[in-house]
């Protein structure tokens, strides 16, 4: 299997793009019956507590991803996996042109940051998240990392299509998920105004009525996770090159975070 994979991987001879994070994320081509598939591999290392389950983190992205797919949820295309004694490989399609939903968050809540390179506003992909997310709950999926680094937008027809990636830890469901687990996903994104959660929370419960105690849960949510980041980075202080509650959450206005993802990159 695993020389099967190996043998239908091209990797640029330059290397590739490797992104910052936990896990080294490579652009490839994917040969498939005769096609180049544009692909990204993903290899992520088996530490103890993946021997222990049973199960790797690779391995559950990509039954994640075909589960996903199945139930009508945009996420790209799983095409193969690689088990090895010390990490496994989850391949997937490229996203072409696809920008972080982060791109937007860090726009508006960072001085002098460029705009998104896709024309579209902040509004509308604000929009799009809060529906994006309401269809995964109700379809049982419950994420647990959705926040604006794992969710990719590409432009169709002049609107927002949103990408769920980074698939690892979402957890599936036989029926909708209940109430908590909603705004525990719903605390992710890094949304730091009020305003922009309620927006968020709108599009989410639409049609309905967005429910009295709604925006004031999600930011106390908010302010939890803010806290507990905040005690990790302290806790941690050699890991100084990820800013406080940058991946988790999006970044801070006046952080000194890195810059976006290249276009058409995006995390598997």
């Known amino acids: 299997m695993n020389e099967s994979i190996e043998a ?3 990797f640029p001879s330059e290397g590739g793009h490797r992104y910052p994070g936990r896990h080294e994320v490579v652009d490839a081509l994917f ?13 992520i290392r088996i530490d103890w507590k993946q021997r222990l389950t049973g199960k790797t983190k690779g391995e559950r992205a990509f039954e994640t991803a075909h589960t996903m797919k199945t139930r009508g949820l945009p996420t790209p295309d799983p095409l193969a996996l690689g088990v090895f004694p010390e990490e496994t490989w989850f ?35 604000v929009k799009g998240l809060g529906r994006l997310a309401r269809v995964l709950h109700d379809r049982g999926v419950f994420f647990r990392d959705f926040t604006d680094g ?10 927002p299509r ?19 687990r909603r705004f525990r996903d719903l605390s992710r994104p890094g949304l730091n ?8 929370l709108d599009s989410y419960f639409h049609p309905e009525e967005t429910p009295a105690m709604a925006g004031l849960l999600l930011s106390v949510l ?11 980075q302290a ?20 952080s000194t975070a890195t810059g976006r993802k290249p276009r058409g990159a995006g995390d598997v």
Not at 222 to 232: E, G, H, P, V
């Open 8 to 10: 239908r991987l091209e």
């Open 31 to 43: 040969h498939d019956e005769g096609r180049a598939v544009p692909a990204v591999v993903k290899k």
């Open 91 to 125: 391949v997937c399609r490229r996203i072409e042109g696809g920008e972080q939903v982060r791109a937007w968050f860090r726009h508006r809540y960072e001085a002098n940051i460029p705009p998104p390179a896709l024309a579209l506003s902040f509004e509308k992909v």
């Open 150 to 159: 794992n969710i990719l937008v590409t432009v169709d027809q002049g609107e």
């Open 162 to 180: 949103l990408w769920l990636v980074d698939l690892e830890r979402a957890r599936i469901l036989k029926g909708p998920i209940g109430t908590w």
């Open 193 to 200: 105004s009020a305003e922009d959660r309620m927006l968020f």
């Open 222 to 232: 908010r302010f939890r996770i803010r806290l507990w980041d905040d005690l990790k």
């Open 235 to 254: 806790l941690r202080p050699w890991r100084k090159g990820r800013p406080a509650w940058s991946s988790e959450l999006g970044y801070p206005v006046g």
